[in-house]
Nanobody, 121 residues
Framework: QVQVVQSGGGLVQPGGSLRLSCAASGSIFSINVMGWYRQTPGKQRELVAAITSGGRTNYADSVKGRFTISRDNAKNTVYLQMNSLNAEDTAVYYC???????????????WGQGTQVTVSS
């Protein structure tokens, strides 16, 4: 079983910054992909950023140049640095990990509990 715990988030003014973190624990054999998604009421959950085990990153066009995803493999942790925030970034942010479980050597798809990011003046 893989568990994911998020931290960070909160209220920030437009133009401000926040940093989200997501730490995984449990029966982890490997983490292949770490990603951040966000969701607003009535809308589909969308991918914000992702990073592979090799360090390759992908970003949604709406956040490219403003957000940076990174990972600390030793701590099984992924971060999302969010700069130049605007109201359109307001959402619940979820981290997602895809990898291989160390117990059964089977794939897993684990989600964090979500954290609210509100950008408002």
């Amino acid at each position: 079983q893989v568990q994911v715990v998020q931290s960070g988030g909160g209220l920030v003014q437009p133009g401000g910054s926040l940093r989200l973190s997501c730490a995984a624990s449990g029966s982890i054999f490997s983490i292949n992909v770490m990603g951040w998604y966000r969701q607003t009421p009535g809308k589909q959950r969308e991918l914000v950023a992702a990073i592979t085990s090799g360090g390759r990153t992908n970003y949604a066009d709406s956040v490219k140049g403003r957000f940076t995803i990174s990972r600390d493999n030793a701590k099984n942790t992924v971060y999302l640095q969010m700069n130049s925030l605007n109201a359109e970034d307001t959402a619940v942010y979820y981290c997602n990990l895809k990898g291989t479980d160390s117990s059964r050597r089977s794939p897993y798809d684990a989600w964090g509990q979500g954290t609210q990011v509100t950008v408002s003046s």
